[in-house]
C-alpha cells in the first residue's frame, strides 16, 4: 500500500517506515523539514508542518494508508508560549484537522500514535494541558472513522529505541548518567515505574492496526512494567558499571516532574493489548543494551 508517514523522519516514524518498507509498502515521510539522514534517503519526503500549515486532498490522494506518528509534546513547546494554548492548538485542533481531511481523501486506514496519559493517568486529564490535548485529539480523530476511512489509535507508553542517524538526547543523557560521566550528578533512581516499549513493538503494532486492528478503537499498547529503579539499573549494566540503586522520592536530575505527566513517585503497570495487533514483546534490556552501544561507540 502506498502509506504517509506523517512524523516520519522521528524515531517511530522511520522505525516504522523501514518495517513497512520490508514488507513490501511503498513509503512517503512527512515533517517540518527534509531529512540528510543516509538511512532514510531512499523513501520519498513531503515537507510539511501540520501544525501550522493546511493540508490538501490533493496531496493525501496519492495514499492509500496514514500513519500519523507526530502529536506535539514538551520537546516542541515554544519559549514563552503557554502550554495550554500550544498543546491544544498543536493536538486538540490541528491533529483532528488533519483527520478530517484525510477522511475526505482517497486514504481507507491510517493509524495513529497517541498516548497511554490520558487512560492510565485519567485524573489529570482536567489539570495537565498535554495530557487533556492527547484525550481531546484522540477522540476528536476518531469520531472520522468509518467504514470508508477505518482510524486505529494506539496509546503508548515511553518509548525506547535507537534508529540510525536519529539522535535521542534524552537517551544519550541516561547513557552518560548511567556511566557516571555526568560530574557532581549523584547515581540515584526516583520511586515508582512505567511501562515501556521499543519502537520496534510500536512499529509492528502499527502494522498490525492496519492489518487487523479494530476500526474505531484506541489499544492500550506496551511491553515491560519496570520500576524506575528496574530501568536505570539496566541502562547501568548496559554501560558496564552495574549498579545496586538507591531510591529517593525527591525530584530526578534525568526524569523531571515536567515529562511525568502521571506524578512524581507514581507506579503506572498494565497488561498492554497486543492480541490482533500480534507485536513483539520482553525486549527493553536488548533495546537499552542497542541504545547505550550507539552512544558510547
Given at each position: 500500500m502506498k502509506t504517509l508517514i506523517v512524523g516520519g523522519t522521528g524515531l517511530v516514524g522511520a522505525e516504522t517506515a523501514r518495517l513497512m518498507a520490508s514488507k513490501g509498502h511503498e513509503v512517503t515521510l512527512m515533517s517540518r523539514n527534509p531529512t540528510s539522514n543516509p538511512a532514510l534517503l531512499e523513501f520519498p519526503h513531503i515537507a510539511h508542518d501540520y501544525i501550522h500549515d493546511d493540508i490538501s486532498l490533493e496531496i493525501l490522494n496519492a495514499f492509500d494508508w496514514l500513519v500519523f506518528s507526530a502529536g506535539a509534546d514538551i520537546r516542541m513547546l515554544p519559549e514563552g508560549e503557554s502550554d495550554e494554548t500550544f498543546f491544544m492548538h498543536a493536538n486538540g485542533v490541528r491533529v483532528p484537522y488533519f483527520f478530517e481531511q484525510a477522511a475526505q481523501s482517497n486514504i481507507s486506514k491510517a493509524v495513529y500514535i497517541g498516548t497511554f496519559y490520558p487512560v492510565v493517568a485519567s485524573q489529570n486529564i482536567e489539570t495537565s494541558a498535554y495530557v487533556r490535548s492527547r484525550y481531546e485529539a484522540d477522540k476528536a480523530l476518531r469520531a472520522f472513522s468509518s467504514p470508508d476511512f477505518e482510524i486505529v489509535c494506539l496509546d503508548a507508553p515511553y518509548i525506547i529505541g535507537q534508529f540510525p542517524g536519529i539522535e535521542a538526547p534524552h537517551l544519550e543523557g541516561l547513557t552518560?548518567?548511567?556511566?557516571?560521566?555526568?560530574?557532581?550528578?549523584?547515581?540515584?533512581?526516583?520511586?515508582?515505574?512505567?511501562?515501556?516499549?521499543?519502537?520496534?513493538?510500536?512499529?509492528?503494532?502499527?502494522?498490525?492496526?492496519?492489518?487487523?486492528?479494530?476500526?474505531?478503537?484506541?489499544?492500550?499498547?506496551?511491553?515491560?512494567?519496570?520500576?524506575?529503579?528496574?530501568?536505570?539499573?539496566?541502562?547501568?549494566?548496559?554501560?558496564?558499571?552495574?549498579?545496586?540503586?538507591?531510591?529517593?522520592?525527591?525530584?530526578?536530575?534525568?526524569?523531571?516532574?515536567?515529562?511525568?505527566?502521571?506524578?512524581?513517585?507514581?507506579?503506572v503497570s498494565y497488561e498492554p493489548e497486543n492480541g490482533e495487533l500480534n507485536y513483539g514483546r520482553q525486549r527493553i534490556k536488548e533495546t537499552i543494551k542497542n541504545v547505550v552501544s550507539s552512544y558510547l561507540n
Open positions: 552518560m548518567y548511567a556511566a557516571g560521566k555526568l560530574e557532581g550528578v549523584p547515581l540515584i533512581a526516583p520511586a515508582g515505574g512505567v511501562n515501556h516499549i521499543s519502537s520496534l513493538s510500536v512499529a509492528e503494532a502499527v502494522l498490525g492496526g492496519f492489518t487487523h486492528g479494530e476500526a474505531g478503537k484506541a489499544y492500550l499498547i506496551g511491553d515491560e512494567n519496570l520500576s524506575w529503579k528496574e530501568y536505570l539499573e539496566l541502562f547501568c549494566e548496559a554501560v558496564g558499571n552495574p549498579q545496586n540503586l538507591d531510591v529517593t522520592t525527591d525530584a530526578h536530575p534525568m526524569l523531571p516532574d515536567i515529562i511525568l505527566y502521571a506524578g512524581r513517585n507514581a507506579t
